[in-house]
T-cell receptor, first 111, second 113 residues
Framework: TQLLEQSPQFLSIQEGENLTVYCNSS?????LQWYRQEPGEGPVLLVT?????EVKKLKRLTFQFGDARKDSSLHITAAQPGDTGLYLC???????????FGKGTTLSVSS | DSGVTQTPKHLITATGQRVTLRCSPR?????VYWYQQSLDQGLQFLIQ???????AKGNILERFSAQQFPDLHSELNLSSLELGDSALYFC????????????FGSGTQLSVL
């Protein structure tokens, strides 16, 4: 069974701090996606990484896909209260079509 | 607004009952996915339909069933409900059903008392 392990599970920081969250697996994924979910809403896609070693930037968010395509990280620079939410990584499962999700990292940024 | 509509937003029912959750995908999307989200298990894939046909199955209980209709809307039926079925149920849609982006609805919060 392919699993995506995310760490840390919870993160509470002050505005302006930097942080990194991780998504790890023992399996190789052809691509990984990162979603953010806010309370009362469904997850919203932030980025898809496809190539091993790939780095993508979305404003203050930097996403990296591991060289072996088994892990990924999300780094946020100068976090803001608006970054608060549940960050989920997801990859296509062995069934070939359905996305499987990690349990997520709950980020709280206070001002 | 993702364009995916789920109804109802909240549902409160009793153990042993049966409920139906409804999902309308984004216009033009052929694939519909159902996920269950709970605090301990996270977001669990239940089932996927593509253009009316079942495409993939995940951790869906035998008490649960789904279908996708000719107009592409989908329904998830949950029967013989148990306390442990209380969760957020999300529907998502995508254009084709491969590795592309999923658009999620706002979910149905099911509470089984």
């Amino acid at each position: 069974t392919q699993l995506l392990e995310q760490s840390p599970q919870f993160l509470s920081i002050q505005e302006g701090e930097n942080l990194t969250v991780y998504c790890n697996s023992s399996s190789v994924f052809s691509s990984l996606q990162w979603y953010r979910q806010e309370p009362g809403e469904g997850p919203v896609l932030l980025v898809t990484v496809v190539t091993g070693g790939e780095v993508k930037k979305l404003k203050r968010l930097t996403f990296q896909f591991g060289d072996a395509r088994k892990d990924s990280s999300l780094h946020i620079t100068a976090a803001q209260p608006g970054d608060t939410g549940l960050y989920l990584c997801a990859g296509v499962g062995q069934a070939g079509t359905a996305l499987i999700f990690g349990k997520g990292t709950t980020l709280s940024v206070s001002s | 607004d993702s364009g995916v509509t789920q109804t109802p937003k909240h549902l409160i029912t009793a153990t042993g009952q049966r409920v139906t959750l409804r999902c309308s995908p984004r216009s033009g999307d052929l694939s519909v996915y159902w996920y269950q989200q709970s605090l301990d298990q996270g977001l669990q894939f239940l089932i996927q339909y593509y253009n009316g046909e079942e495409r993939a199955k995940g951790n869906i209980l035998e008490r649960f069933s789904a279908q996708q209709f000719p107009d592409l809307h989908s329904e998830l039926n949950l029967s013989s409900l148990e306390l442990g079925d209380s969760a957020l149920y999300f529907c998502a849609s995508s254009v084709a059903g491969g590795r592309e982006k999923l658009f999620f609805g706002s979910g149905t919060q099911l509470s089984v008392l």
